[in-house]
């Protein structure tokens, strides 16, 4: 493993990315339904690597060495998003001041004392800014005064999906007990867990 951004040790590179991880839906994305806890092969620990990235992502805006605006403890969380520049892969590395909500939301199941702090202020300092009828918007930047009410589905998604594997496990316990899940990470070499 790598030494890892702030103390956090990765294991995997992606890309090519620094020891600073890279956007966060890389801890989101493949692990709606497949839990990332206990899954282990000969290159990683899954909810071990996830839990780091998203400590190294949260501790990057609260080092803010950019200095924007807003970043801290209650408010962090770098992906790839809208952004000032139309779209961007946010990530430690690749800063705008722009903080995407599904980040820390869909971090949840990794960190969740810090997530919700996030959450409640998104929603108790930001309020109406920030979230609309369907959740949280897409992006957000204090610094830019950056508000845009829009939403991206591919975003949105993983904040219902991992509020939800955090709250009872249900999609995680639904994609791991499919016999052809199991029999693909078996063939794969692949530990893993079905939740209870």
């Known amino acids: ?12 590179r992606h890309n090519g990315a620094e020891e600073l991880g890279g956007p966060l839906f890389w801890a989101h994305y493949s692990y709606l339904g497949l839990h990332p806890f206990g899954l282990k092969d000969a290159y990683a620990d899954y909810g071990q690597e996830n839990t780091n990235q998203t400590l190294i992502n949260r501790a990057w805006c609260i080092a803010n ?5 807003g970043y801290g403890e209650n408010l962090w969380g770098l992906t ?19 903080i995407s909500p599904t980040a820390a939301v869909s ?9 919700m ?22 992006a957000m930047s204090p610094h830019h005064n950056f508000f845009p009410q ?3 589905a591919i975003d949105q998604g993983p904040m219902v999906t991992m509020i939800e594997n955090y709250r009872s496990g249900l999609g995680w316990k639904l994609f791991m007990n ?19």
């Open 1 to 12: 493993p790598s030494a890892g951004g702030y103390g956090f040790p990765l294991q995997l």
């Open 65 to 69: 060495p950019n200095k924007f605006s």
């Open 80 to 98: 790839a998003s809208y952004s000032i520049n139309f779209y961007d892969a946010h990530r430690p590395g690749n800063d705008t001041g722009v």
């Open 107 to 115: 971090s949840i199941v990794y960190t969740p004392e810090e997530s």
């Open 117 to 138: 702090k996030v959450i409640r202020n998104l929603y108790e300092n930001y309020g109406d800014q920030v979230l609309g009828p369907y959740g949280f918007y897409d």
């Open 150 to 152: 829009r939403y991206l």
């Open 178 to 196: 499919a016999p052809e899940i199991q029999a693909g990470l078996d063939k794969l070499g692949f530990e893993y867990r079905i939740p209870n």
